[in-house]
């Protein structure tokens, strides 16, 4: 079974930084991309970021320039680096992995569109 926990949101005044994280966790093999998701009060899931394992990046037009997204594949861990945050930056951030393989027992298997729990983020004016 793979896990993906959060860490890292809070609250913060505008113009301000934080640094989330996500560890996937469960006799992991290998990942596909790795991304970050936010979904505000009444409003949809958004993307946010998304890497891919050979590092590329994608990235919401809402943050670019101001959000970083990196990650360690050795720790199975993607980082979302967030300055110069706005109050409509305001929102619950998910963890997102595409697909990987991972074994359980001695057996591999495919997993995809694994999720975390969220952690929030809030900004003030």
């Known amino acids: 079974q793979v896990q993906l926990v959060e860490s890292g949101g809070g609250l913060v005044q505008a113009g301000g930084s934080l640094r989330l994280s996500c560890a996937a966790s469960g006799s992991i093999i290998s990942i596909n991309a790795m991304g970050w998701y936010s979904q505000a009060p009444g409003k949809q899931r958004e993307l946010v970021a998304t890497?891919?394992?050979?590092?590329?990046?994608i990235y919401a037009d809402s943050v670019k320039g101001r959000f970083t997204i990196s990650r360690d594949n050795a720790k199975n861990t993607v980082y979302l680096q967030m300055n110069y945050l706005k109050p409509e930056d305001t929102a619950v951030y998910y963890c997102n992995v595409d697909k990987g393989l991972a074994l359980t027992g001695m057996l591999p298997f495919h997993f995809r569109d694994a999720w975390g729990q969220g952690t929030q983020v809030t900004v003030s004016s």
């Open positions: 890497i891919t394992s050979g590092g590329s990046t």
